[in-house]
């Protein structure tokens, strides 16, 4: 969960406190992700008692965060509903809050994450006023780009999220090509994004933080402008690309290929050129060590006990143990953080010969590493859609390995390692 949305979680929780909205409730939260894995936390630290998570996927039940089980929808229809409240801190509020009310639940429900700053169903003065001053500032944004690359095509990439800006930044070449651009700039948020950006050589970047880049896309939707081109397959798209995974499972890649671009399905994807070696790569044991990424912004995180195993199964054949850390991240115990810009990873990866990681962005950055690579996807349905998440985002010549309650049942009583150190076989265990 980035910053600023978690900020916001926490304000919004700060003021349903102020006004005693919790008192005496019981505590429900609908849908399990890592924004509610975030909220849990945040809740157990202040002491509250959690009843349960509610969650669709079948899968899930009987399954538990923090103690805390994972329940069908309707088992708060069992709960007291004047005193019950159920948070929803995942992205689909509206399906969520509607699913439940046509349950029965009568209840509260709060939406504590506002994911959707482009639309709010109010015609209050207050509301129109506060849009208005937003597509002011908008615009002014538009105009100052507008100032600053006159001749130039505008792509904004909505979101702070890396795997989205390599899949824009790998096609955009081919879009662009059809059109007969040749002067453009590529807007993102933050300098995560900027970096994955300059791994294609000589493109500009500008960076904007998410309410910037909220307020800049609103403008250009709000003039039509066809001198900018937002490159996401979500929101804030008038023809939504998502119900097309209601009818079959597209992988994000080739939604961003044929759905964001229009581009031919054969299209070949355009390779990073500005990888760089990391200044360090002395510290590490060249072809024996390993490289953990455990962290992802989006994917509700693997078990502690998970990680500990594969960090024992490695340091028993002799490993060096890294784990790959930003900001605040702490390292996975019993390894060495190492923090490489996004440019140096590839070279770091290639070096220790192996790379492990929760799905995530980063093994789109290292798509291409030549080293033993494995991806890891927690057992969960991509967004509303029945299509796992190894559907969606299973990567060509990896080693992709779903962590379901199967496998971690036999990695509990021994019965497997984790990951094989030595390229044995792997598995997709599922339930």
Not at 135 to 151: C, F, M, S, T, V
Not at 197 to 224: N, R
């Amino acid at each position: 969960m980035d910053k600023m949305h978690y900020e916001e979680m926490v304000r919004n929780l700060d003021n349903l406190e102020k006004e005693a909205l919790l008192k005496d409730k019981a505590i429900y939260l609908f849908g399990h992700c890592n924004a509610t894995e975030a909220l849990i936390d945040l809740l157990i630290e202040r002491d509250y008692k959690i009843h349960g998570i509610l969650d669709n996927n079948i899968s899930k039940h009987g399954t538990s965060y923090r103690n805390i089980p994972i329940l069908p929808p309707d088992t708060v229809l069992e709960a007291n509903t004047e005193h019950t409240i159920v948070f929803i801190a995942a992205r689909a509020y509206s399906s969520m809050a509607k699913q439940l009310k046509t349950l029965g639940f009568t209840g509260r429900i709060e939406k504590l994450v506002d994911y959707n700053s482009y639309a709010e169903y109010s015609l209050s003065e207050e509301t129109i006023r506060r849009k208005g001053q937003r597509i002011e500032r908008g615009l002014a944004l538009k105009q100052k780009l507008e100032r600053k690359y006159p001749e130039h095509f505008k792509i904004l990439c909505p979101f702070s999220a890396l795997g989205d800006v390599f899949f824009a930044m790998s096609y955009l070449p081919h879009f662009l090509k059809k059109r007969s651009i040749e002067r453009y700039v590529v807007c993102v948020i933050g300098n995560a994004c900027a970096e994955a950006v300059s791994l294609f050589d000589g493109v500009l970047a500008e960076k904007y933080d998410q309410k910037d880049m909220d307020e800049l896309v609103q403008a250009c939707l709000y003039t039509q402008d066809s001198h900018f081109f937002i490159a996401h397959q979500d929101r804030p798209y008038v023809v939504n690309l998502h119900k097309a995974l209601y009818v079959k499972c597209i992988p994000l890649e080739k939604i961003y290929c044929c759905g964001v671009f229009g581009l031919l399905e054969d299209t070949r994807p355009i390779m990073p050129t500005g990888m760089k070696a990391y200044p360090k790569l002395c510290d590490i044991n060249k072809g024996g060590a390993v490289v953990f990424s455990p962290y992802a912004k989006s994917v509700t995180t693997l078990s502690k006990d998970f990680w500990d195993k594969v960090v024992q199964d490695y340091k028993r054949k002799g490993y060096q143990c890294l784990t790959n850390v930003a900001g605040d991240e702490q390292p996975l115990d019993g390894t060495e953080a190492i923090s490489p810009q996004i440019s140096e990873l590839q070279s770091v990866a290639e070096y220790a010969g192996t790379f492990i990681g929760i799905r995530s962005g980063l093994c789109d950055i290292l798509k291409y590493a030549r080293c033993e690579k494995t991806a890891l996807y927690p057992d969960y349905n991509y967004c509303d859609t029945k299509w796992k998440a190894i559907d969606m985002y299973a990567i060509e010549g990896w080693n992709n390995l779903v962590v379901g309650d199967e496998y971690l049942e036999r990695l509990r009583t021994g019965d497997t390692v984790c990951i094989h150190p030595d390229g044995e076989t792997l598995q997709n265990i599922r339930e």
